[in-house]
T-cell receptor, first 117, second 115 residues
Framework: AQTVTQSQPEMSVQEAETVTLSCTYD???????LFWYKQPPSRQMILVIR??????QNATENRFSVNFQKAAKSFSLKISDSQLGDAAMYFC??????????????FGKGTHLIIQP | DTGVSQDPRHKITKRGQNVTFRCDPI?????LYWYRQTLGQGPEFLTY????????KSRLLSDRFSAERPKGSFSTLEIQRTEQGDSAMYLC?????????????FGPGTRLLVL
């Protein structure tokens, strides 16, 4: 079984500043995938960024980047130049690769990100 | 290109009643997932289909829950004899099978309240 832990229930950042959301995970698999999803209030969950565990290079998507530390099983999300539209619940998730089959995502409890104007 | 849709968006029912939810995935997606999300928690995996075959079920999916995906298109999730503990947001997601790490696209969810 795999677990995902987000230790920050809530984070607050000034508009235009940078914020880092923490995530640690535990899995016995060597091949897996990591994701950050964003869930705005009363809106559907959307993918922010994804990382394949076999890739050493950290993923980047515009203002969003990750710090993937495989040995430490850490997968933090950095949001640069924070914007009001970034306010949402952010979920870290892990998915095993099980020999061509598929498994559901395992999510953390989420971090509520507040952007202060 | 339409996204994943779910119907109804909200459902209020009395304890002991049966409810059914529908999910329409993105048209070319062959994988479909169901999750349950309770207040203050992340989504929890319930079950998944590849085409019309139900390939995995979580321990969370009790005997009162059943899911189908006839013809590999839309899916239904039925809860029989609802209990207050079933109150949650039920999320559907779909994806295209690419070997395991594909992105899942989520619908808006169905919020269930059992009185």
């Amino acid at each position: 079984a795999q677990t995902v832990t987000q230790s920050q229930p809530e984070m607050s950042v000034q508009e235009a500043e940078t914020v880092t959301l923490s995530c640690t995970y535990d899995t016995s698999e060597s091949d897996y995938y990591l994701f950050w999803y964003k869930q705005p209030p009363s809106r559907q969950m959307i993918l922010v960024i994804r990382q394949e565990a076999y890739k050493q290079q950290n993923a980047t998507e515009n203002r969003f980047s990750v710090n993937f530390q495989k040995a430490a099983k850490s997968f933090s999300l950095k949001i640069s130049d924070s914007q009001l539209g970034d306010a949402a619940m952010y979920f870290c998730a892990c998915k095993m690769y099980s020999g061509g089959g598929a498994d559901g995502l395992t999510f953390g409890k989420g971090t509520h990100l507040i952007i202060q104007p | 290109d339409t996204g994943v849709s779910q119907d109804p968006r909200h459902k209020i029912t009395k304890r002991g009643q049966n409810v059914t939810f529908r999910c329409d995935p993105i048209s070319e997606h062959n994988r479909l997932y169901w999750y349950r999300q309770t207040l203050g928690q992340g989504p929890e995996f319930l079950t998944y289909f590849q085409n019309e075959a139900q390939l995995e079920k979580s321990r969370l999916l009790s005997d009162r829950f059943s899911a189908e995906r006839p013809k590999g298109s839309f899916s239904t999730l039925e809860i029989q004899r609802t209990e207050q503990g079933d109150s949650a947001m039920y999320l559907c997601a779909s994806s295209i099978a690419t070997g395991g790490g594909e992105t899942q696209y989520f619908g808006p969810g169905t919020r269930l309240l059992v009185l």
